[in-house]
């Protein structure tokens, strides 16, 4: 990936907190890299290289800076230019995907040979496969190392490393350190036994409450819950179920915001994957600098951004039922979706004990909701055929929901399925898959909100209109929505017409 000198250069000098995680800085005469905010003497900008990620600088043998430590910088190294095939690698990679197979399989899983993905790896990130997995797993050890009280054993499995020889070894080279010797050197207060909280670091600014506010009428009954100012969710795929909870980070600053996630009763193996889902949930890798700069000069967005400066389009914990969720509110509002969704949990998903007030049921898996009468819940045949289709298409394997897969490709497979069109795909690959681009331009209160002189826009229209936007078109609709939002619910004239173009209302 390319990264112009000029610009990395003023980043530096000025520690602007907006570049955080966009390059890290080697110095060749120290042989450390470090994070464009770092808090130590400026380098001589001859000494400097300007690099795309932390395994780029390591893969030249440049260990990372005690003071800034660049294992906390935000985001994913992703952010510009890189192709969809890398992005959806990366994804996977976070996720964990190489601890348990190989980069062969990898392309596999992606569509294409192993060596052209090897080269992506190195054209846009200055590094391979190999050698981002194996940053994400050492810096996510020293993650664990600092911020639970977890066994070597413990943390050597949540990272990701096959074996504790492996773990040492890759520690010992990358921070001079052994795993001991980091422990004792760590920061702040560790949380209880049995217990991890981790700081997730964003790109300022981020409006944690209005995230809280979007999110609280729509939440799973028994499955997530909302309460002063944390989120929290059941997190019930183990054989013992555990749970998760979000807030404000309190040791967050102006140059190094975060938010803090804790994890209680959960297997150390699943951290890795919840901290992504968590990080995707609440978008925290997006970059509200630039989209509101790329987006800000058109007069259509520009007094929306100037009201909601760093939105973010909130995502989901776990795709498949947001997929449900979305085609339960097929025109109605959004409590009308929220009680069906909690009649929906109670009829076939299971009851749990043990966790805090109010998360108290799992959400049934693919298999166990397509083998339910939906309709028995109270709602029109139509969409519970949906429900049940989309059920069975995801557990036998037609569609996949994960973030990693091509959005285009998720919204074609799921318009082949009865009752869910072009409206429900789009809402689907905009929450549920976090797709940037999506612009669902059938949707009702977007046509109202780039309509003229109190007339709809149409479908065409409002899709031209947003070209301009690409690749945020997802964030331009957010912004639209909650500009021109009005209440939960249409007018009866509007819903009629939506049931007479087969339209649907808006985002639910």
Not at 94 to 106: K, P
Not at 289 to 317: F, K, M, N, Q, T
Not at 387 to 408: H, I, K, Y
Not at 430 to 451: H, I, S, T
Request: hydrophobic share 40%.
């Amino acid at each position: 990936m390319h990264l112009d000198r000029a610009i990395c250069e003023r980043a530096l000098r000025a520690r602007d907190a907006r570049f955080d995680g966009r390059f890290f800085t080697a110095v060749k005469t120290t042989g450390i890299y470090c994070r464009p905010i770092c808090p130590a003497r400026m380098p001589q900008a001859k000494n400097v290289r300007f690099l795309p990620t932390a395994a780029a600088c390591e893969a030249l043998g440049f260990r990372p800076c005690r003071r800034c430590r660049p294992e906390t910088a935000p985001g994913t190294p992703a952010w510009a230019g890189s192709s969809t095939t890398v992005n959806r690698a990366l994804q996977l990679i976070q996720a964990g995907a190489l601890d348990s197979g190989s980069v062969d399989d990898l392309a596999a899983r992606l569509g294409v040979g192993a060596r052209h993905l090897r080269r992506l790896f190195t054209t846009h990130l200055g590094a391979t496969p190999n050698a981002l997995a194996r940053t994400r797993r050492a810096h996510f050890a020293r993650r664990l190392l600092d911020e639970t009280e977890w066994p070597m054993a413990d943390v050597a499995l949540a990272a990701g490393f096959g074996s504790l020889r492996q773990f040492n070894d890759t520690l010992r080279q990358t921070f001079l350190r052994t795993p001991s010797e980091l422990r004792r050197l760590r920061r702040g207060v560790c949380a209880p036994a049995g217990e991890a909280c981790l700081r997730l670091p964003y790109r300022a600014p981020l409006d944690f409450p209005d995230l809280l506010s979007f999110l609280a009428p729509r939440l799973l009954p028994g499955v997530e819950t909302i309460d002063g100012g944390r989120y929290r969710r059941a997190v019930t795929d183990d054989a013992v179920p555990g749970w998760l909870e979000v807030e404000p980070s309190p040791n967050d600053s102006a140059n190094d915001p975060a938010l803090r996630l804790r994890c209680v009763g959960i297997s150390p193996v699943r951290l890795v994957g919840i901290v992504e889902r968590v990080r995707r949930m609440f978008d925290l890798a997006a970059d509200p600098a630039r989209v509101a700069e790329d987006l800000a000069g058109d007069s259509r967005l520009a007094h929306a951004i100037a009201a909601r400066p760093g939105l973010r389009v909130p995502g989901a914990y776990e795709p498949f039922e947001m997929a449900v969720r979305v085609v339960l509110g097929q025109q109605v509002s959004v409590k009308g979706a929220t009680t069906l969704a909690g009649r929906l949990i109670r009829a076939a998903g299971k009851p749990v004990e043990g966790l805090p007030e109010g998360l108290d049921w799992a959400f049934p898996s693919p298999e166990d909701l397509a083998r339910t009468d939906v309709a028995r819940i109270g709602m029109p045949g139509g969409r519970a055929r949906a429900v049940n289709a989309l059920a069975e298409a995801v557990a036998e394997g037609r569609v996949r929901l994960g973030g990693e897969e091509d959005p285009d490709a998720v919204q074609e497979a799921l318009c082949q399925l009865p009752g869910i069109g072009p409206w429900t795909a789009q809402v689907i690959a905009l929450r549920a898959l976090g797709d940037p681009d999506v612009f669902p331009a059938g949707d009702l209160g977007l046509r109202k909100a780039l309509g003229t002189d109190g007339n709809l826009a149409t479908e065409r229209e409002a899709n031209a209109r947003a070209q301009a936007w690409r690749p945020w078109r997802a964030y331009a609709a957010l912004w639209l929505w909650t500009e021109h939002a009005n209440g939960d619910v249409l007018s009866i004239s509007e819903v009629r017409e939506a049931k007479r173009r087969r339209e649907r209302p808006r985002l639910r």
